[in-house]
């Protein structure tokens, strides 16, 4: 929510870009049944200053992803407006954002 209607996001998304300023990815299945996201190279290259991302990807995967919590979890521990909270996965301490092509593998 952007600051400018009482949120804490400093760069809104706008809805007259339509999500354009967002760091722009695919995801594709690999042989061994993993997925990885790629840029998408139809948009800008990412800065990595975007506080938005947006993931073009399969309908199965989009509504799979959550299925194994149960139809309970979403309702019960869905964020809201305001609230907090921090994105950290685990394998993806040592990527190097500056470089020209960005190789990062999540290991466990």
């Known amino acids: 929510m952007p ?36 840029d998408d190279e139809r948009y800008a290259a990412p800065t990595w200053d975007e506080t938005c991302g947006r993931s073009s990807m399969s309908v199965n995967v989009n509504s799979q992803s959550m299925a194994r919590f149960g139809s309970s979890f979403a309702p019960t521990f869905r964020m809201l407006d305001k609230d907090t909270y921090w994105v950290d996965i685990d394998g993806f301490q040592d990527c190097d954002s500056t470089a020209d092509v960005i190789t990062c593998a999540q290991r466990p």
């Open 3 to 38: 600051t400018s209607e009482g949120g804490l996001n400093p760069k809104p998304v706008s809805d007259a870009l339509q999500g354009r300023e967002c760091v722009q990815t695919y995801e594709k299945q690999l042989p061994d049944g993993t997925y990885r996201l790629y």
